[in-house]
């Protein structure tokens, strides 16, 4: 058992290093009518790989057939050989970049899933997360549904097949009055590409257009690397069918105003997207520099944490007038294969992956910026580090507000009592990470940072309940189970 | 696209070698409460392995989950380590060794299969082939399920997942009813193994003993490996519930006369078998004397074809008196992986398997014995590398009638127009193949060679269609569909 | 530590059953001139396969540069890739199969290996085992030069990259002058096939003929599989050099009379082959012969284990008159991959191999024929496998004689304490393997099998120390040692 | 062929984007008397990881033998594992990360070599390039040793070996003494760790301590990583020999200026590296500073090139005032594998790395930044990309000075007729890369960023040849050859 100790230790390591991050369960990608349906597919998952990198899939249609690659590990791993693509014919294709949240990273859990129909078959990605997955699920068993994933997407496949509807668009419809929570989702019938937005948005989904054929993504990264136009966001609330006639929209869920997740912004998105018209490295410089104004502080150096610190950081600099430093230098080539094969190498931890600049640090006051406080584990060992790197003060602050609430719609958060900001009042925050100084940006300087005077407490412009405790939907599977049961199934597979 | 077209050829060669002998899709095992249970599977469908090479399969029960591992390959390539049987704990197991007839051998194929009830999850393994199984898919996709695999034992989780009974075994049961044609099923729930023959007990399963422990498989052999007690063959149309309270039989068809498939005697069961109480090696030797006895001639020596017609060879060679001999030697090293990278080394072909062991073959005429005829194509390069070899005279003998019609149960024969018996009269095919003489043992010197006096043609002891066209069942997707439609999904995936 | 406990002990049980068997290190096979080369050189090797299964390479010269594959398993896993075919251009290719006697199967001890000298490159692969390789390494590293294998082979190259002569075949003579032991050596130069057998012709080699092109390989079986003609046997001490001019023959050593291992006839070679102009099957069968006519006994039935025993049982049955049976079947699909994950499972031991017939053993008195017999562990499980079948009387004969001494010309022979017949009588042997008689054929019986009168004590036929004692060659590395000290590298490298 | 085709063409583009870019081969690594060796051999090479990506090797001795890990790829995906680190026991460690500049990445090349004296073995690791390594290699095959790897490094264990002097050191020392060129060594013999840099230091190695145990290594990062303590650069020309009785240090050459390899602070090291005293960061920060003082320009942001320009762009935007910010955002999980099916996407180049930051480039005039330029195929794309994304202006900086000459100290330039700065003058180049205006940090600038007042002409303070043809050694292989001859095997082999 030693051999599976090690590496369970170095498992968990790193899973210790990344449960201090937030993660984003998927980005998704389809595009109608183009001979190079395949490659472009692909190509946009590259650009969204920083959505999921755990696996990746595609679907395809030839007009005769449909054609699935699946693989574990990134988009450029698989799906950059010839060889794949040529297994995917067809001028339709949509696909999946996933991150997995439990250990069941297998092959029949990669997306897209499929179905087949008495009229024929189709395929769906799903970004997002459902509340009221696991009560579907239930209700499908007992009436004889045989679920093979795990995943709470296949309940929208079983309700499609279900449905009484005869065309495809009208059972997808169906489906979609039938769940709640967040989603966008692309879906593929022999006909079709179909995309779908959840009632308030709460995950992105934008059109695009490339050679006189539309594209479906998550972010605006995904046209601009292969020269595509962008067109719109896709509404919350709507359901976009493209096919050869052009493409439509419906709206089948009562007007509500859109809220999508402010976490895009703060996080997950790439910089260089646009979500919802607003450029997300300004949004995130802006937060730099209202926290700055909030917060500012005498000190010699202003000093990202990498890499996702760096555009607040910037506008912090530029708001104070303080030196911006890269003052700690990141390791590109760590991955989640170093394990580490000794207790004394594990006890390193973060070095593997961040290292000190001492020539920038040493007898410095600095600034650290982050984009955000999840457990606080990481924070803690950065600071030490530039504490031995020799920095006189340490001044840590935070481009975003205290995460007090757990996700349910798609963002992979520890359980509540695992938050710092949870757990603890500020001061109590500032010794545990040994911090002089410990500051977070305010919700209203969030919303300031957003282009809004403040946030609109009684409509709230934003998906903000990490931060609020304001959940924006029910929460069935929650109140279902008196808490939020993980989703298992009866089998473990391997994979 | 060279190479795929050289990888093409050569897999077509592999093919032709393959195409011209006949296939059983797999065998099943199933043990309940053994501390060992997936190492005692894994080492049953070890010895069973000659009924399926291309995957193996295990689910266990551990008294909370239901674990399973798939893998393509052979049980030894996998099953054998250790940290893979860890992966699957539990003293409950069922496995299965595939033998695939389509191009998609791909995980999600691989059984057993697995689904979840409200009540619990269950896993069946199948050995046979089911008759209406495209007709009953077709009901389910129309009724909304979705199928994952394109494997007909599908229809069977389907089948119990949507009955309305309450009782596992009640459901199942009510599955089985619904089904048509050949199978040997184990079936996993969590408090019991299941075990089940088709009402005519087409295919074979046999009940068995370790240290007080049940045990279902497919052949005796996977008993003797594990010096396990053989205790009886299940009947036709049996339905056997093992359990920690004992077993229990089930009868849940009228009463018929059991009819086993004869090619489990002639070709498909190992020779160290036992099948309905007959020694496999015991019935081959018989088939060999029989057809002495029916075609003997003037010959210096006896050469088996390896492996197949040996026993039938040294039957003969004790019936006529002539001298057996290993006048051809077999390449125990040639697997599917063989493929020839060159035109002229395809040509080569069967060589790379069989050689002539000339000391025996030069100058002397010769008796070969091969267990059966299927397309003949490996029949006229054996002939002719024997006259290559100085064969005097070449007389070619099979210990089974010639075979004239496709069978339906699980065992993979060409299309009825590629069988050579089915295009050609005798001479025809002496003349094809190149002999000096050809002949094949009798319809009732086969039944001779089982123990009875000849056929009893109102009831016929065996199912032996391929010899007679006399299909012991309705066929009714191949009456649906006017022809054998192969079992094609909507969704190309490679795996 | 457990999972690598367990594949240790896997592993161990495989050895032990491996153990218990004679091993021969390595085919060779080259040709010259041919246009595809590498690829009939791919069958040549796999046609000797049985000579070794750890490893195989070749190495071709396209007229400007050498190309070399090199790869663990066997022949077939790889080289019938026509990519890997592709990647070795020319004409001329040697190539070679590895079985390894130590721990140590890296890819820089597999031949051929090639070294360059100011003239040019060179490859050579190698048969054999050279008895004074450690004395001559000792002074080549004294001298300087740097070796990267831990094969005897690699002595000879540096012996031709240091000789004083011009000429590659003045240098390769210069070189085979100083080795001493077995060797069938096959050498490629840019202008030359060579081959060279040792002065006693102790391991064999024999020159073929395809389409005009000459051909070199260990057995006749190579030349069988493409249809090549035999020509003769490279005489003992011959060195022939074959190129663009034709074909010339040397004879650098004083005459010797001819004395090949005797154990290619009983065990190694194939039984299709012809080695010194004996069939090897007939030698095998009039072993049985000897062996009936020496030895015989009352019994029911001759079962041979397989499949080496076979041709031996076939000759005792034929000059008994008692019938020859399969008492014992053969799994086919056991490899040197199936590692047993349990303990109990390890126990089964060579059932995993072997299983008995019950129906030709039970209530049988039954003559169980091995052609040879090492340590004996197998036969006793043999021995009790029969008895657990029910055989009446188990009556062992060895188509051999007793093995009393090891091997140092390439066989892989256990130490000689470890040898069953250096440690007890002929009654010790009966009752360790639980037999109720035990016999061997006499080393007379032998060489008239062979078909000499008796022995030749002044000047013996064969090479057969094994049984006799009588070493044919001085033991250099032996004698400096004062034992039998393992090739071991200073460096472990895995690979 | 269409698909190696396309494999090749896939792989030309990455080695377009690659060849744009210079490249060192390796980094070395070496500790002796610690009890975690092999583990803190690997960490320090993992933090060296940018100095060499193809292959990775660990020799460790444990007393008794020596143990030898190679592997292609990152240390990450292998070294980390337990079980690798297991098989590599002893408290001497030496390590070697490899970049290959030609297409045979075979294990045989990879390092640490390895050879066997009669007093045992020993193993060497380089970082560097031998100018007169064909002239050696020639010399030593004459005298028939045996090449087994295609590396210059190899000439170093052939020249131990063949040295007539007892002690290692002595052995080592008189090999060094006959090679020219660069040359930062690790050598691990029974007794010692020994390490050594050429006459001119060009390549680095620093001295560091850890738990009391000596360190020798390529850059300080390595020491960071682990926590150890930096002790002082070993000087130019300088062997220390590190054994159980100490460090002891001697100097073998005529006492010589040092000239360390200006490209280290440019573009090799790692920014938080520390060589020869200066923080790299620190350098690079200065270089932006004289540049903005010597190519100023109007405009309105300062956009690195990611992520090699950053920290001239920081001290760029310092001196002028002109806001820095991320106008390009580079896509990490871009790797070699990343090829492209199609030409379509194959044009789209630079994308998959690289992309605009539209937000920070629509409208505005702005000033890239990137640490040197090589071939321009690159920044061409890159000042295009800035154009689409609606840059007003585009005015390409250049860190360093225009590299006009080759390299042939271990830095893969290209030959000298693709080097731009080699073929147009400054205009010239500008119309090429499509820039508005283009600037190159002068030779002075340079080493005034340094530190210096200027170049000092008769006696310079840097190996700096690329940017003025001075260099500072013979160059054996290059004067012998009338041109640089790649090294070239006669032996084709893949691996």
Not at 225 to 248: C, L, P, T, W
Not at 267 to 295: C, H, T, W
Not at 389 to 411: C, N, Q
Not at 424 to 448: H, K, N, P
């Amino acid at each position: 058992m030693t051999q599976d100790n090690a590496a369970n230790a170095a498992h968990d390591l790193w899973r210790e290093l990344e449960a201090d991050r937030l993660h984003e369960e998927c980005g998704v990608f389809g595009i109608f009518g183009h001979p190079d349906a395949a490659a472009l597919t692909a190509l946009g998952l590259h650009a969204l790989q920083h959505r999921g990198q755990e696996a990746a899939g595609i679907v395809t249609y030839d007009g005769g057939r449909f054609h699935a690659e699946k693989r574990l590990g990134l988009v450029g791993d698989h799906f950059s050989d010839s060889r794949v693509i040529e297994r995917l014919p067809g001028k339709a294709a949509i696909g999946h970049n996933r991150y997995s949240t439990t250990g069941e990273t297998i092959l029949r859990n990669v997306q897209p899933l499929f179905a087949e129909l008495e009229s024929g078959g189709f395929a769906v990605g799903h970004n997002g997360n459902l509340t009221n997955a696991q009560v579907l699920r239930r209700q499908l068993i007992q009436e004889g549904a045989i679920c093979q994933s795990t995943t709470d997407t296949e309940v929208i496949l079983h309700l499609v097949a279900r449905s009484r509807r005869n065309r495809f668009v009208d059972r997808f419809v169906d489906a979609v009055r039938q769940i709640e929570g967040a989603y966008a989702l692309v879906a593929l019938s022999t006909k079709k590409l179909i995309g779908a937005r959840d009632p308030l948005g709460i995950r992105p989904l934008v059109l695009g257009e490339l050679d006189g054929h539309y594209i479906l993504c998550s972010e605006t990264v995904a046209l601009d690397i292969m020269g595509a136009k962008y067109i719109r966001d896709i509404e919350n609330g709507e359901v976009v069918i493209i096919s050869e006639d052009g493409i439509e929209s419906l709206k089948p869920f009562p007007q509500q105003q859109m809220r999508p997740c402010i976490f895009e912004f703060i996080y997950f998105a790439r910089p260089d997207s646009v979500v919802q018209g607003k450029s997300v490295y300004e949004v995130r410089k802006n937060m730099g520099i209202e926290l700055a104004r909030e917060s500012g502080v005498e000190a010699d150096v202003i000093v990202p944490v990498p890499d996702s610190g760096v555009p607040a950081a910037i506008g912090f600099s530029q708001e104070s007038g303080i030196p911006f430093e890269l003052g700690i230098i990141r390791n590109h080539y760590v991955g989640r294969t170093f394990i580490q094969p000794t207790q004394r190498i594990r006890e390193l931890g973060v070095r593997l992956k961040h290292s000190a600049n001492r020539a920038q640090v040493e007898g410095k006051r600095i600034v650290l910026i982050d984009d955000s406080l999840v457990r606080g584990t990481t924070s803690v060992k950065i600071v030490r580090m530039m504490r031995d790197a020799g920095a006189k003060e340490v001044h840590f602050r935070l481009a975003s507000p205290p995460i007090t609430h757990s996700d349910y719609y798609g963002i992979d958060t520890p359980e509540r009592e695992k938050l710092l900001a949870a757990q603890m009042d500020l001061e109590g925050m500032r010794q545990y990470i040994g911090a002089d100084s410990l500051a977070f940006l305010s919700v209203d300087g969030t919303y300031r940072a957003m282009g809004y005077d403040s946030r609109n407490a009684s409509q709230p412009q934003f998906t903000d309940h990490c931060f609020t405790g304001d959940y924006p939907t029910p929460l069935a599977d929650l109140d279902a189970e008196g808490k939020n049961v993980k989703k298992r199934s009866l089998l473990a597979e391997a994979g």
